[in-house]
């Protein structure tokens, strides 16, 4: 049973420039949302998507936004590239239901550097 | 604002000795808190998490104590061993199907354990 998985691993990007992540979320589980990990900080929430829509927002400028398709995957897009954005991008699934009892799985993460 | 605060930031173990993280919350509305362990280079894995209708869950070598009236949770790793050297993370939510996924997470503490 595959987990989370995210694409790419490692990317490098010049400031102004956009950039698409990709994330399978584990099989069965219909929830993603998106973290974003500076260096030495605990994750923080980006947002969230199931039924292919947006969810919850976190802190984060309008740059950045997301997309879940139909099979449950999804991207994060981030536009108008700042050195600040240079991070890990961390994937995260969970099961439908009621919530109570769900467990939430993060992927490898995205590590992405702007230059 | 950070909603969960952990500490210390930094912890030394000899081999053998007992690891204690402690982690305090701001929502009382919080109702679901697990820990991650993350390695170098890896996203966080889920190690254990405990919702406050119980005070204490323990599986293994590793115990979350929770104080819903003080609202604190600390994790204690029995036996450290080498292999604990990771960076752990507390994090807390809201357990329900919309709100699920959003996790608030405190800053890390760095484990170190000794041979």
């Known amino acids: 049973d595959a987990g989370v998985t995210q694409s790419p691993t490692h990317l490098i990007k010049t400031r102004g420039q956009q950039v698409t992540l990709r994330c399978s979320p584990k099989?069965?589980?219909?929830?993603v949302s998106w973290y974003q990990q500076a260096l030495g900080q605990g994750p923080q929430f980006i947002f969230q998507?199931?039924?292919?829509?947006?969810?919850q927002r976190g802190n984060f400028p309008d740059r950045f936004s997301g997309h879940q398709f139909p099979n449950y995957s999804s991207e994060l897009n981030v536009n108008a590239l700042l050195l600040g954005d240079s991070a890990l991008y961390l994937c995260?699934?969970?099961?439908?239901?009621?919530?109570?009892?769900?467990?939430?799985?993060f992927g490898e993460g995205s590590w992405l550097t702007v230059v | 604002q950070q909603q969960v605060k952990q500490s210390p930031q930094s912890l030394i173990v000899q081999k053998g000795g007992i690891s204690i993280i402690n982690c305090a919350y701001e929502?009382?509305?919080?109702?679901?808190f697990p820990w991650y362990q993350q390695f170098p280079g890896k996203g966080p894995a889920l190690l254990i998490a405990i919702r406050p209708d119980v005070s204490e869950k323990k599986e293994g070598r590793f115990t979350i104590s929770f104080n819903k009236s003080a609202k604190q949770f600390s994790l204690h790793i029995m036996d450290s061993q080498p292999g604990d050297s990771a960076t752990y993370f507390c994090?807390?939510?809201?357990?329900?199907?919309?709100?699920?996924?959003?996790?608030?997470f405190g800053r890390g503490t760095q484990l170190t354990v000794w041979p």
């Open positions: 099989s069965g589980h219909d929830t």
């Open positions: 929502n009382t509305a919080f109702d679901y």
């Open positions: 995260a699934s969970s099961a439908p239901g009621t919530g109570r009892g769900n467990t939430i799985y």
């Open positions: 994090a807390a939510s809201l357990d329900s199907r919309s709100t699920l996924g959003r996790l608030y």
């Open positions: 998507y199931y039924e292919e829509e947006e969810r």
